[in-house]
């Protein structure tokens, strides 16, 4: 298995609910990664977890809230977003915590929050 | 603070063409490179990494770049395009001993039949 696999691909929000997204991947990678990308724009990192504990959150505001249960599962969760937070959600993930491996990304969530 | 720079947002090719996506960084220390690829609404795949080995990569589907300290430069060439080509091409790097990849700005690769 090579993949990251990210659910759900597309999801549709209120700015007053609470949704989870999800990602998994089973190819043994320790370090595990969420990053956001708005349209015609790179990816920008939101959290780094290394060995299920969070070493990196660059800032990221306390309504999305990440969580490492295990070595293959990475989830993100989200409460009160606001419009502006609406984005393709990447998860990736890369070899015993070493970014010279380089990652391997999800296909994404595309989020929309109305 | 340590980045890479893509020169030109867009770039045009004929089909069977050269291509040649620039990308130059800004480090004392040489870092870790990369050059990924990202199709319409998909993520990003990578297509090769520069981590101090060869200075010539050699990536996927026929992409290779080569380092070069005196330029500070990692460019990604093909010698002739495909229309599958046609993607989002990100030129990242990372500072040795931190676990953090940052991308540049992102070439939109355009592929002329």
């Known amino acids: 298995d090579t993949e990251v696999t990210q659910t759900p691909k597309h999801l549709v929000m209120g700015m007053t609910n609470k949704k989870s997204l999800k990602c998994e991947q089973h190819m043994g990678h320790r370090a595990m990664y969420w990053y956001k990308q708005k349209a015609k724009k790179p990816p920008e990192l939101m959290f780094v977890?290394?060995?299920?504990?969070?070493?990196i959150n660059e800032s990221v505001p306390s309504r999305f809230s990440p969580e490492c249960p295990n070595s293959s599962l990475l989830n993100l969760h989200l409460h009160a977003l606001q419009p502006e937070d609406s984005a393709l959600y990447l998860c990736a993930s890369s070899q015993e915590g070493g970014v010279n491996y380089g990652y391997t990304f999800g296909s994404g969530t595309r989020l929309t929050v109305v | 603070a340590q980045s890479v720079t893509q020169l030109g947002s867009h770039v045009s090719v004929s089909e069977g063409a050269l291509v040649l996506l620039r990308c130059n960084y800004s480090s004392s220390v040489p870092p870790y490179l990369f050059w990924y690829v990202q199709y319409p609404n998909q993520g990003l795949q990578l297509l090769l990494k520069y981590t101090s080995a060869a200075t010539l990569v050699k990536g996927i589907n026929g992409f290779e770049a080569e380092f070069k300290k005196s330029e500070t430069s990692f460019h990604l060439t093909k010698p002739s395009a495909h229309m599958s080509d046609a993607a989002e091409y990100f030129c990242a790097h990372a500072e040795r001993g931190y676990q953090k990849v940052t991308f540049g700005t992102g070439t939109k690769l355009q592929v002329i039949p």
């Open positions: 977890y290394s060995y299920e504990k969070l070493s």
